[in-house]
């Protein structure tokens, strides 16, 4: 009877030890894309005075990439995220040439789930994911809703009128750790999660003690605000001792210039946009703690990064009322925007690395080998065939009778296992009036139908030397490499590449093209702004 008890235990234990190696080959995957969020916004990336110590304490014990880019627009990171592809290539927002990877991912056998921003075509159910919470909207009331949010293919509208009673960041994590506990029961198979965190995106709305503990600490202005980014980045290695910092531009406002009610007011929303930040990391950290409580942090692989740069755009529908309220709609504007995207020039929309640069952070407790900064040049584009080599999984040739577009990226797996690797395709850049291509170190970029403008990435990383006059022969290739993309992406060669130029960045304020004249200025009107910082919100 014991030699019996003895050895079903151990054939049990061989059975148990089996089934847990064969569980972990596949790690589960965790991927997080912020929205708007410019490079040096959290602590890791540079930011001073915003606090992130979640993503932070991931990222030091993970792999921080120095050069990782998105499209620099919402909806076109979301397909080449999704489909491998670049945007054009895969059909714009309807996805119809695409086979996306949770497509895949199921198929091997993985439990799928989306939670947050959806912007594309159908319902994520349609593409993969076994679950979805979130708006189909390429931005939402962050506490009111709007009439796209789904709970799979269910209306849901059980919103609130204040951070207290509906929040959307803290509604996305709560339903990706429902998903998490759902999925319990299925240990043979491992998951997949992807959080499209609407934050930091406009409107800025959020919890109000969050507001309150930032106010006051932006009132040295956004020059002297992104000096100590930019000397904060360079003592973490987040750029190199020799990178030179733009001069600030004619198109921004000087801080000295402003009153000191003006001064007040910028202070106040960047002190909302800081807490959309704090509130996304301390969400971020309460999904870490529940995969660590359940055992699956080790082999989890994580990913952090934003679908653009932040927005240098300046449209405030609603700035009457309180953030932590629904309807209240202001933007980070142009200034903010600049420091967001320390040390890079330009913005959301633009292939100049303001645009186009995004944090990254990689985890994989696991199955890392290194954890250190990495310099490779990555791209949202990458993330899929990542993923399908760090889960063993093939692209499929053929999906449905059609055969499959090959991805476009390149598996950033060797990056994270610290081989040696170098980049073999072009990245190719387009949205709108913005275009370039970078190929090595060197980049062709052009802004809102500029003229062509050539850097080498290696020794200006801030795009302050153009090359195109003294190297003739570079600035020929990169074109002719970029017009073959822009063939192959299904785009008229004539039409795209038009060189007069278009103005930067015109709109202020609360003199811009969304308060119509004769509206009262909200710098005099709304009680808060009128308060010393120092002052509480009360009152
Ligand atoms: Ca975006």
Known sequence: MKTFGLITIMLLSLLLTGCVS?????????????????YADIGCYGAVEIESPQIDQIAEEGIMMRHFYNTAKCHSSRVSLLSGLWCNQAGNSSLKNALTFPQVLQQAGYNTGMTGKWHLAKNPLDWGFDKYFGHLSGSTDYVGGDNTFRDGREIYNEFGNTTEEFYTTDAMTDYAIKYIKDWEGEDDKPFMLYIAYNAPHSPLQAPKELIEKYRGRFMDGWEANQNKRFQRQKHLGVIGEDVVLPVWPEHRRKWDELSELDKSWEDYRRAIYAAMVESLDMNIGRLKDELVARGEWENTVFLFFSDNGSDGRDINRNPYGNPWEAKYHVQVGTEWAGVGNTPFRWYKQNSHEGGIASPMVFSWPKGLKTSDWNNFRGHIVDVYPTLLELGGIEYPQEYNGHITIPLVGESLAPVFMNKNHQRTKPIYLKYAENKGVIDGNMKLVSARKGPWELYDLDKDPTELNDLSADLPETTEQLKEQFVKLL?????????????????????????????????????????????????????
């Open 22 to 38: 064969e569980r972990t080959e596949k790690p589960n995957f965790v991927i997080i894309m912020v929205d708007d969020m410019g």
């Open 487 to 539: 063939l192959e992406n299904g785009y008229n060669e004539d039409k795209a590449i038009v060189n007069d130029f278009i103005a930067p960045w015109g709109t202020r304020s609360y003199d811009n093209n969304n308060l119509k004249e004769g509206d009262p200025n909200p710098a005099e009107t709304h009680p808060v702004w009128k308060q010393s910082p120092a002052l509480s919100l009360e009152n």
